[in-house]
């Protein structure tokens, strides 16, 4: 755990603190008007009175509690690693339970076949490799449950260092050399996945996508998939 530990704060660019307040400042953003009306879509039919949700990387645990306000009968469950995330959550609903586990390769018990609804927000492209976390995902998740799954995808260079550095003229203008590096280096963690890379895959591991959406101007994909 140590390991990702380290990788995931390099990944947030150095400065947990700072990526857990911008993960706070665009949790309005990542889970907007869009995704709730896709949210709604595909877990309403799963979401009875005492549903099983998971959110992986759930961060500050936001999205959570405005379940719990929707849902306040459902077992709700976040799992997360890093501890500036975790240092962030607080004021929790009382159906929330927190987990800490390593998701490229988790430990956690969840007895099989017993979730209704899993969220994984802008987490993929985190892991080392996502196969480990769908293969548990299929065990934990009931036949006919719904996985919805967000995140970056691939995006050329010119439509990043437009997103990136805006107001810059690259050609009159270099930036700090270490504020360069960590671009370049967030760029490719933030360019591992095609959507159809995703969408395969998890086929591949066993889920039937019954819908897919590119948002951001096509820099991140929205998929649903059941587990089958
Ligand atoms: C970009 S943030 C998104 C947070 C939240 N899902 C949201 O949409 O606001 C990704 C989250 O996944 C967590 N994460 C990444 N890799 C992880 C791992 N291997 N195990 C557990 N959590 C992880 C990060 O610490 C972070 O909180």
């Known amino acids: 755990m140590q390991k990702t530990t380290e990788y995931l704060c390099r990944h947030h660019g150095g400065d947990g603190h700072k990526a857990a307040e911008k993960t706070i400042q665009s949790h309005a953003k990542n889970h907007d008007r869009d995704f709730q009306t896709f949210w709604h879509r595909h877990c309403d039919r799963q979401l009875s009175d005492k549903a ?7 961060g500050p645990g936001l999205w959570l509690n405005e379940l719990a306000a929707l849902y306040p009968n459902a077992r709700l469950t976040g799992i997360e690693l890093a501890p500036y995330m975790l240092d962030r959550i607080n004021g929790l609903a009382t159906n929330i339970n927190i987990i800490i586990d390593d998701l490229n390769n988790p430990t956690v018990d969840i007895p099989v076949h017993s979730v209704d609804v899993v969220l994984a ?18 065990s934990w998740l009931k036949p ?21 550095y805006a107001d810059i003229n690259l050609g009159s203008h270099t930036p700090d050399y270490e504020a360069l590096t960590n671009a370049f280096q967030h760029f490719q ?3 591992r996945y095609h959507p159809e890379d995703l969408i395969q895959l998890l086929e591949r591991c066993g889920f039937k996508v019954i819908e897919s959406e590119l948002f951001k101007n096509g820099r991140a994909v929205r998929i649903a998939a059941i587990s089958v």
């Open 144 to 164: 006919g449950s719904v996985l919805i799954l967000c995140d970056m995808v691939r995006q050329p260079l010119a439509d990043y260092l437009e997103h990136q």
């Open 121 to 138: 927000n802008l987490l993929i492209h985190e892991l080392h490799q996502p196969v480990t976390l769908f293969s548990k995902l299929r």
């Open 52 to 58: 099983s949700v998971i959110d992986l990387g759930c």
């Open 189 to 191: 963690e933030h360019n």
